[in-house]
């Protein structure tokens, strides 16, 4: 499985970024049975859970710092996951990476992800 990221950018305190992650793989692989995340990383900083979504995407958790400001969501039959990042601060810049698990359901543990995309870069200016 692969995963590609995209939608990242720069933006003033305040604004508003949609990240995609498009899911491709051999053979038809997809990525509509498992869970899926949005983690980050700063520079000199560890990699962070960010929003996780389960393989129906009818359960979500995000991580205290973005909560009611990002939304994760997805669509199985387009294999695409999303993150609505509202109310952007400057403490949200990082690299966003998407993830896919290896069970329908993934959690905020790096280590429950078998599958990374390559990261696209936010960068929120004050």
């Known amino acids: 499985v692969q995963l590609q990221a995209s939608g990242g950018g720069s933006v003033q305190a305040g604004g508003s970024l949609r990240l995609s992650c498009a899911a491709s793989?051999?053979?038809?692989?997809?990525?509509?049975?498992?869970?899926m995340a949005w983690f980050r990383q700063a520079p000199g900083k560890e990699r962070e859970f960010v929003a996780g979504i389960n393989w129906a995407g009818g359960s979500t958790n995000y991580a205290d710092s973005v909560k009611d400001r990002f939304t994760i969501s997805r669509d199985r039959t387009k294999n695409m996951v999303y993150l609505q990042m509202n109310s952007l601060r400057p403490e949200d810049t990082a690299v966003y990476l998407c993830a896919a698990s290896g069970s329908a359901v993934g959690g905020s543990s790096r280590w429950a992800y078998n599958y990374w995309g390559q990261g696209t870069q936010v960068t929120v200016s004050s």
């Open positions: 793989g051999a053979s038809g692989r997809t990525i509509s049975d498992n869970g």
